[in-house]
């Protein structure tokens, strides 16, 4: 069964491109040109990934209302923004919300093809995992493959898609480093260190909810992050 890919684009032109390419690609694909509308197909059913414009309409944050939403939905959905807007305030905002990339309109079609697939792999990647591979348990932390869930005193942590393999990378050798370019590979995703440090920052805030003096994703300066709890 395809999968399926909502486009929320109030720019016909550039929505129309992206649908058409997608369609080549065999996936099924919805587009909307609003927030409204596409809240409504929300509210509906959830797709396999997303597809967001900031400004929507006369909603300038329209897509940012959109992605928390989505957020509060679902954990793990693939979400990427598809912005003209690449300050680094909105990247930022994007990436805290709960994004898995943040992308720009001047990106190559075939570029922005590959990291849809990357994102698709790293769900796909999980039936291939042995089943006794599939729970991991590291003191107060259990990685759950099956259902790509992690927990920290046994509470749920909300991460995204991303976040949930940036963690699995650093926690599968405990306190071996791992360089910005290495969880870039493990997370499928092609980003600058600044939205690496980004992610991680709102990783560890994630775990401070739960427990207010976690400290065991540490930075080694000049080398990376690793996993390692005093």
Avoid at 12 to 34: F, K
Avoid at 96 to 108: E, H, P, V
Wanted: with cysteine; aromatic share 8%.
């Amino acid at each position: 069964m395809a999968r399926e890919i909502v486009i929320v684009e109030d720019e016909p032109a550039i929505r129309d491109n992206y649908t058409e390419m997608l369609l080549r690609q065999g996936y099924n694909v919805h587009s909307y040109a609003s927030k409204s509308e596409a809240e409504k197909a929300f509210n509906e059913s959830i797709p396999d990934l997303v597809l967001l414009d900031i400004g929507l309409e006369d909603e300038i944050e329209g897509g940012f209302d959109l992605c928390r939403q989505l957020r509060q939905k679902s954990d793990t959905l693939p979400i990427i923004f598809l912005t003209a807007r690449d300050n680094d305030f909105d990247t930022i905002s994007g990436l805290r919300l709960g994004a898995d990339d943040y992308l720009t309109k001047d990106i190559s079609l075939p570029h922005l093809s590959a990291r849809i697939s990357a994102l698709f792999r790293r769900v796909k990647a999980i039936h291939s995992v042995p089943q006794q591979e599939k729970l991991l348990i590291i003191s107060d932390l259990k990685v759950n493959l099956e259902r790509l869930e992690i927990s920290w005193q046994d509470q749920v942590v909300d991460l995204s898609l991303t976040e949930f393999w940036m963690v699995h990378s650093l926690v599968k050798h405990p306190g071996h480093v791992k360089s910005r370019e290495q969880l870039m590979d493990d997370a499928s995703t092609v980003v600058d260190d600044s939205t690496i440090t980004s992610h991680i920052k709102r990783i560890r805030q994630k775990f401070n909810r739960i427990e207010k003096s976690f400290n065991c994703i540490e930075t080694v300066y000049g080398a990376g992050y690793r996993w390692h709890c005093h």
